[in-house]
Each structure stands twice: as structure tokens, then as C-alpha cells.
């Protein structure tokens, strides 16, 4: 069985993201979630946060381990020993970028390989962005977000 990775932003993470992790880490041996820590790009929450974030969600899959990484994600998976790379598509819109972002990593890293995996049509619209949003306008994310999440949020409303 293969070992893999599922990197992104996460911030926050929400149960979209929580159902990728949880459907790919019952397909993998193992699957590191890799906060993206994007040097240009500074977002709500600072990486090492966003992880502990992850971390408190995810306490009851033994195979998922999260880490935070602010160099290429292929160089994280050839040092971790990964061969796939786990994105989550929303809609033909993610489908567009995602394709482009799996050649890419194609060629900078030929032996690994992207896996695709539709989003739950309950979060199909979900995204860190919209959770932001409406956090800051006090609307109800109950339903969007795990409750370490829901607590961060209204400690530090967006
Ligand atoms: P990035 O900025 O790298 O896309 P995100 O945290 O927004 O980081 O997303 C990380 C991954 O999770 C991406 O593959 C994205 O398509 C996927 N994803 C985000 N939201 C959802 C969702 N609601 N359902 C399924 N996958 C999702």
C-alpha cells in the first residue's frame, strides 16, 4: 500500500477537508497533511496553528500525521517517502486547476503520482474562504467547520 500526502492551506481546515482526510487514509498506509506554508500568501491563521488545528480534529485516525512545509509539496512527499499526491475537487472549476497543478507536479517529480478525490456533495460548495466569511458576519458554521475550529474562530472572528 502506498503512502501519500494531502497538503494545502487549511485555513481553516473544515469538514470538507476532514472528509478527504478521512476517506483517503482509509485507501493509504499512511497520509501526512501538509500545511502549506506560503510565504507570499499570509492567511488567517499562522501554519503552525492551522496544523494544531488539524491535529485537534483528526485525534482518531492513527495513520494521519500532520506536518507543516513551506517548500515544494513533491520534495516534501520524495523526503517523506510518498508517491501520491491526494487533492480534493469540488466541481469542474478545481477539476481545471487541479489537472494543471497534477502535470506540473508530473514533471517537476515524475515517479509520484496526483489522486483525485470528488468532494462529498454535502461540501461540494464548502471552501476556507466561505467559512471565513461568515464567521465574520457571526453567522452559524456549525455545520462547516470541527469545534476546535469553531472555538479558534470566535476567539479570533475574521
Ligand atoms: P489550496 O489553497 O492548496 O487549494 P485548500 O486548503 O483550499 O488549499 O484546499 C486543499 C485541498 O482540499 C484542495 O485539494 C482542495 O480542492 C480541497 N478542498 C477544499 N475544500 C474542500 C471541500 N469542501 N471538499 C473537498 N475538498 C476540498
Redesign the pocket.
Known sequence: MAHAV??????PP????L??IARASSIFETLHVVV?ANRNKRGLFEPEERAQLLTASIDAMTNVFVAVWDGLVVDYARNAGCTILV????GIT?FAS?YDMAILNSQLEPTIETFLIC??PR??T???SAVKEFAHFRRDISALVPSPVLKALADRRP
Open positions: 494531502f497538503a494545502g492551506s487549511f485555513d473544515t469538514f470538507g477537508h472528509d478527504i502549506a487533492r480534493g475537487v469540488r478545481d487541479e468532494a462529498d461540501y461540494s464548502l471552501s476556507s
